[in-house]
T-cell receptor, first 116, second 110 residues
Framework: AQSVTQLGSHVSVSEGALVLLRCNYS??????LFWYVQYPNQGLQLLLK??????LVKGINGFEAEFKKSETSFHLTKPSAHMSDAAEYFC??????????????FGKGTLLTVNP | KAGVTQTPRYLIKTRGQQVTLSCSPI?????VSWYQQTPGQGLQFLFE???????NKGNFPGRFSGRQFSNSRSEMNVSTLELGDSALYLC?????????FGPGTRLTVL
């Protein structure tokens, strides 16, 4: 079984500050890992994904995440927050290549607030 | 390319009724997955279809069912609706390891 834990249901930063959203996972097989963003009344947009290639993954809108196997973590960062980054962010895991890589297990989400 | 489309966007039903939701995947994508999103339970996997066959199923009662057509479009059906079925239902189409989500159908059960 797989699981995802997102530390902090609500993170608040100032515009221009570093964004750090934490995600830890549990998986019995090599995982694929994903970050999605959801704006109000919308679906999920894929920010970035890790699929066993480079451990530092760059995504859209200036976000990046680093896969750390020893820490079972996949934290999302952005050097400088913008007002438009305010949204809910979800970390997700799947079983990776050869497994049920079309079944995503999601964390509970982190609501990011950006203050002017 | 057009994104994933879901119809209808909003739906209001009463307890005991049934409902059918539709999803059209991105052109060329053959896998379609369905998820339920609620404030209490978060995002939960319902099922996944590939080439008209259900490949994966989540932990939902048999009232929740789905199907996929030869053009990869998918429908999900919920019978005997309960108040707890009120949720945002999201469809995603997949290419390789990436899932792309539609805007969802907001179902309200009264």
């Amino acid at each position: 079984a797989q699981s995802v834990t997102q530390l902090g249901s609500h993170v608040s930063v100032s515009e221009g500050a570093l964004v750090l959203l934490r995600c830890n996972y549990s998986s019995s097989v090599p995982p694929y890992l994903f970050w999605y963003v959801q704006y109000p009344n919308q679906g999920l947009q894929l920010l970035l994904k890790y699929t066993s290639a480079a451990t530092l993954v760059k995504g859209i809108n200036g976000f990046e995440a680093e896969f750390k196997k020893s820490e079972t973590s996949f934290h999302l960062t952005k050097p400088s927050a913008h007002m438009s980054d305010a949204a809910e962010y979800f970390c997700a895991v799947s079983e990776g290549s050869g497994g049920s890589n079309y079944k995503l297990t999601f964390g509970k989400g982190t609501l990011l607030t950006v203050n002017p | 390319k057009a994104g994933v489309t879901q119809t209808p966007r909003y739906l209001i039903k009463t307890r005991g009724q049934q409902v059918t939701l539709s999803c059209s995947p991105i052109s060329g994508h053959r896998s379609v997955s369905w998820y339920q999103q609620t404030p209490g339970q978060g995002l939960q996997f319902l099922f996944e279809y590939f080439s008209e066959t259900q490949r994966n199923k989540g932990n939902f009662p048999g009232r929740f069912s789905g199907r996929q057509f030869s053009n990869s479009r998918s429908e999900m059906n919920v019978s005997t609706l309960e108040l707890g079925d009120s949720a945002l239902y999201l469809c995603a189409s997949s290419l390789e390891a990436s899932q792309f989500f539609g805007p969802g159908t907001r179902l309200t059960v009264l």
